[in-house]
């Protein structure tokens, strides 16, 4: 079935209530995502005790959890969409309705704490930034993935990507909300986290074999610049 026309309004959260039964189709007009789940899962490492937790901030449906499997986490995730805790909950998370910039846990409560995709859609980066670090543990690591904010994002991320079905929902993204990247440094380490960012790309040639139907996903490439695209990772100070 054809996904529902989204809202007009960029950034609009009622977007994943509308699509809500798009979130687990890997050629979906949320494919992009499960891509991304991928190349931020692989930045996870083993949980370092037992019983430690992983705060998946923006969770969605829960679009990490398989690529968490065998790593020995709790996996709690955050999200405003009822709709998306709910199937999040069938994939093994633990659900908090609760909004980034106020997470509704306790401080230090986290061995991971993962922001993917969620900083390009807040109105205030610092604030969901001392929300991701406050719920990290000393030692704890900050894994996030998020779009810069240059000309050359807005062009792919947005004038391109969302005329390309599975690359970006038409309204997704905000321009005035994209990521200035020296903020969010500066903002990690006013809370104690030194993060370290590169970039990352679509394979191309799986990208192209994924339009012609030939792939159901597409790998994650680093690139050497962090001007449209990229992840970061850094452990609060102990």
Known sequence: MAPTEPPVRRNDPELYEVLADQWWEPRGVFAMLHWLATARGALVPPAPRPGAVLVDLGCGAGLLAPHLNGKGYRHV??????????????????????DVLAVPLADGCA????????????????????????????????????LADTALCRWLAIDIAERVPGLAPKGVHDPALLVDRALLVDECARSGVRVALRGIRPSMIDLLNWTFGRRNSV????????????QGCGRKEE
């Not at 969409?81 to 309705?97: D, I, K, T, Y």
């Open 77 to 98: 995730g955050a999200d405003l969409s009822s709709s998306a805790l709910r199937q999040a909950g069938q994939h093994g998370v633990h659900g908090v309705r609760g």
């Open 111 to 146: 061995d991971v704490v993962v922001a993917g995709e969620i900083f390009e859609h807040v109105t205030d980066l610092p604030r969901a930034v001392a929300e991701a670090c406050r719920l990290l543990r000393p030692g704890g690591l900050l894994v996030l993935d998020t």
């Open 219 to 230: 790998r994650m490439l680093p690139v050497a610049t962090t001007t449209v695209l990229f």
